[in-house]
């Protein structure tokens, strides 16, 4: 009897030690029920207490052989399960912070380091970084779905070959966000001054109930540096519309699926040349920006203002939206001086700039809109195309992809 | 205005917290786990053409019956100080409630609400059901029967869990796990002790946060509604009491801390088959009524003056109170896929 008690609590302690070598939660359990539950499908400890008892009483020997058999049986399960892509074990159940920091560990861009979530409550998420998320506007849409296109195929240039489109289509569906838009409210603004306390608050609460309304982005920075979440992150927010992104490897057509929107509460152009944001709001925003990075591998090119990727598909024009089309302080944010990287919407698909953005100062998009001005002109000298017909080729690509992307059902229509 | 025709990934599995107050769905979208959380109460005000207009309008949960309208979930609680009532509660003390006729209805409308009308396409759902309280093991039997028979007929493969269990298998991954789960919730306070995620005992008590909202209600003369405002809003364990009504709700407070640290010790005074246990166990505290700031210590100083026959290793609050039923009951349902 003594030496059933003794092999019954090894073999606890055993099932005790291989199941801390499941991180994910899921994997755990089932480990573990499929395993205790085996002497006598017990659906209690009492049951299987007594199932074990039962075993030991009726011969020790047949219990160290079950012992044995019913040990290697979880060392092979095990086994098994590790064989299958870590990725997939690490994923089973990754809402835990801890699976994220460990994934973004792996896989996080170059420059930012671990961030992780420290205590989650119902008012505020706080992470390692000193960033606070307030949750009292959070609110969801339905989660994050996108195509992203292969940049180096077909869509990259214009083949000599008719009909490139059909293989534009073929990129592939994506859940993970692949970059930042930021943003300015663009609300009621009231001088930065402590006479104007009241007003500030009330401009600002104001503007939180009405974003959470219309689900307008993922976080917004008010004029106190206090970052509030409107979007959860695993949803899309209507923050983007109409517009395209790329980087080296791949195309983002309508950001609202692919890309995180963070807004500040500020004006483009404000009276009495106040500053657009305040000294708390940058630094808000560089942490939250390092949170995101960090937790989801977003490579600092795709952090990016709205005016750069904002596009009317209706006149072909770049720039719909113009905020942040200058002074977005990139440095500030921890990114490199993305207004110089070209713009997609122009030497991918034809996009034209409006007068107002080229006679812009600097630093603004009109850095990149002159690259990317320069990479569509030697494109279609390489083509031996005309400029213009050249560019009319890229605006019937952008047509057919959309046309594409709504037969996929990966299109939201902007009225 | 967008309109949205992406596809989504469909879960294969979801956790479903069916509480007295709330109903809560978790369910796993890729990367993350997505929480739905509805208020599980309702208010009925007169009918009118109008009213019902409106109410679809601004598409606002509810349901017409002869002469009345029916606002369940979140919205209740603004209708019900819209019209100056109290907002009902299909649920009493942890199961359906027998004296609100069409009370089953109503919770189907509300977990509807918060895991997706539709066809549930034999998706595994586990739903959490209280742990008996002490002569009271048929009423539950009911309980956990109609919701599996609503749920069934929602197109779902439903399996019930202990509330207790659900909190260990959300909360207590690192212990492998082992150990206390507790659940304070509106109508009960649900124990569970796992070992290696068998549960060893599970058992409720009729105080929780109905207790305490009813209980100084009366004592003050102050609606329920108001006192549990109150109490979410501002109450917590410092010593130093603003008013009479925290210093009722900690009466209250200390009366629910005492009768469960008792209700432990006597379950452990009672349990035949104990594990040996050879290292201390952790216990978690979740549900909404251990928000109040203070909660963890004022708990932890009440059992650690009584003896327990396991030595306990912490007291900790859950990582997200109000949602772990609904995660552990996830957890459990991913698990068996």
Known sequence: ?415 | MNATNLQTQTPTALGLDVGTSRIVAAQRHDKDIQFDTQLNAFVTIPFSKLTQGVLKKERIPHLVQDSEITVYGDESERFANLFHRETRRPMLRGILNPDEAGSLTLVRQIVALVMGEGDGQGKRVCYSIPAAPLGANEEVNEHEASLKSMLSKMGYDAHAISEGLAVVYGEMESSNYTGIGISCGGGLCNVCLAYLSVPVFSFSIPKAGDFIDAGVAQLRGEPATRIRTIKEESFHFNGHFVNKIHQALSTYYEDMIQALVAALKDQFASVQNMPKLNRPIPLVLSGGSVMPPGFRDRFEKSLREIELPVAIAEVRMASNPMVSTARGALVAALSEL
């Open chain 1, 1 to 415: 009897m003594r030496l059933a008690i003794l092999i019954r609590n090894a073999l606890v302690r055993a099932l005790e030690w291989r199941a801390r070598h499941f991180s994910d939660p899921v994997d755990r359990l089932q480990f573990l029920r499929r395993n205790i539950d085996a002497p006598g499908k017990a659906a209690s400890w009492s049951a299987f207490g007594a199932a074990s008892r039962s075993i030991a009483g009726r011969s020790a020997h047949a219990f160290i052989i079950a012992t044995v058999l019913a040990l290697v049986s979880a060392w092979c399960w095990t086994l098994s399960r590790h064989g299958k892509a870590s990725s997939e074990i690490h994923g089973r159940l990754p809402g835990s912070a801890r699976a994220v920091t460990r994934r973004a560990g792996r896989h996080g861009p170059p420059g930012t380091g671990k961030v992780w979530v420290v205590q989650t409550t119902p008012q505020f998420d706080l992470y390692s970084n000193g960033l606070r998320v307030e949750e009292q506007y959070a609110t969801s849409t339905a989660p994050r779905r996108y195509v992203a296109f292969v940049r180096n195929g077909p869509i990259s240039r214009v083949p000599s070959r008719a009909s490139p489109v059909a293989s534009a289509v073929e990129g592939e569906w994506r859940s993970a966000p692949a970059g930042i838009v930021y943003h300015t409210t663009e609300s009621h603004w009231a001088p930065f001054e402590k006479e104007q306390n009241q007003s500030l608050r009330r401009a600002g609460e104001g503007l939180l109930e009405y974003v959470q309304r219309r689900h307008s982005y993922h976080f917004v920075i008010d004029r106190f540096g206090r970052v509030f979440r409107i979007v959860r992150e695993g949803d899309y927010a209507n923050h983007a519309g109409n517009s395209i992104w790329a980087d080296q490897v791949w195309i983002y057509i309508n950001l609202n699926q692919s890309f995180f929107g963070v807004a500040f509460e500020a004006r483009s152009q404000p009276a009495r040349n106040e500053s657009t944001v305040n000294a708390a709001q940058i630094y808000a925003g560089r942490i939250l920006t390092d949170m995101l990075r960090a937790r989801y591998g977003i490579a600092a090119s795709n952090c990016v203002a709205h005016a750069q990727v904002s596009v009317n598909p209706a006149n072909f024009g770049v720039g719909y939206h113009l905020d942040w089309a200058a002074n977005l302080p990139f440095a500030q944010l921890g990114l490199p001086d993305n207004y110089k990287l070209p713009l997609a919407s122009v030497n991918l698909f034809g996009f034209e700039p409006p007068a107002a953005m080229l006679a812009a100062g600097l630093p603004s998009v009109k850095q990149g809109l002159l690259a990317s001005q320069a990479e569509l002109r030697a494109d279609a000298g390489a083509s031996g195309q005309p400029l213009e017909r050249y560019r009319a080729k890229l605006q019937e690509r952008y047509r057919d992809a959309i046309r594409a992307l709504r037969g996929k059902g990966a299109y939201q229509e902007y009225n």
